[in-house]
Nanobody
Framework: QVQLVESGGGLVQPGGSLRLSCAAS????????MGWYRQAPGKQRELVAS???????NYADSVKGRFTISKDNAKNTVSLQMGSLRPEDTAVYFC????????????WGQGTRVTVSS
């Protein structure tokens, strides 16, 4: 059973920065892809950023140039550096992972709340 544990959420003012981290219970080389999704109140969960085992990266248009996803194979973590935060970035952020041999099964963390407000 894969476990993902997020950390790093909190309250930040508009224009500020936060760094989210996701620690995986399995070696991240086991994952075909990992990523971050978010869900704002009353809205559907949406992809923020993803990174494949080979290192290919994809960002939602709304965060391009502001957010950076990265992974640390030695620490089994994937991180999301968020900058120039806006009130519309307020959401619960979820870590996501898919194993190489279970490409259609999504594993989720419990989520970490990010609030952007003055």
């Amino acid at each position: 059973q894969v476990q993902l544990v997020e950390s790093g959420g909190g309250l930040v003012q508009p224009g500020g920065s936060l760094r989210l981290s996701c620690a995986a219970s399995a070696t991240i080389s086991s994952f075909g892809s990992m990523g971050w999704y978010r869900q704002a109140p009353g809205k559907q969960r949406e992809l923020v950023a993803s990174i494949t085992r080979a290192g290919s990266i994809n960002y939602a248009d709304s965060v391009k140039g502001r957010f950076t996803i990265s992974k640390d194979n030695a620490k089994n973590t994937v991180s999301l550096q968020m900058g120039s935060l806006r009130p519309e970035d307020t959401a619960v952020y979820f870590c996501n992972a898919r194993l190489i041999w279970e490409p259609v099964r999504n594993y989720w963390g419990q989520g970490t709340r990010v609030t952007v407000s003055s």
